[in-house]
């Protein structure tokens, strides 16, 4: 006699796993607190672009806003700073 059941047998109460079948993208609601300042406020509202995609699509979008956030901080280095006031030559005394 054997301690082991028949395949047959033990698939016949089984329950059938069904098909792997992913949710649809659905948004995740993070809020967006705007910044203030416009160029940076448009690249962090692009993310609820990611909200719609099936998750190898959000790689692009971040990749996109993270670009255009690097190069909003690269242009607040480039902008000039305020005037640096005229220094007066100082004559020495004689």
Do not use: I, K
Not at 38 to 60: F, Y
Not at 62 to 68: A, F, K, T
Request: net charge negative; charged share 25%.
């Amino acid at each position: 006699m054997s301690d082991t059941v028949p395949e047959s047998e033990g698939l016949q109460g089984a329950a059938v796993e069904p098909e792997y079948d992913p949710a649809e993208p659905a948004p995740l609601n993070v809020p967006r607190t705007p910044t203030g300042h416009a160029e940076v406020d448009v690249r962090l509202a692009r993310l609820a672009d990611a909200d719609h995609l099936a998750t190898d699509g959000h790689v692009e979008v971040y990749e996109d806003v993270h670009r255009g956030l690097r190069e909003a901080l690269t242009a607040l280095d480039a902008r000039p700073g305020p005037p640096v006031p005229a220094r007066h030559p100082t004559v020495a005394p004689q």
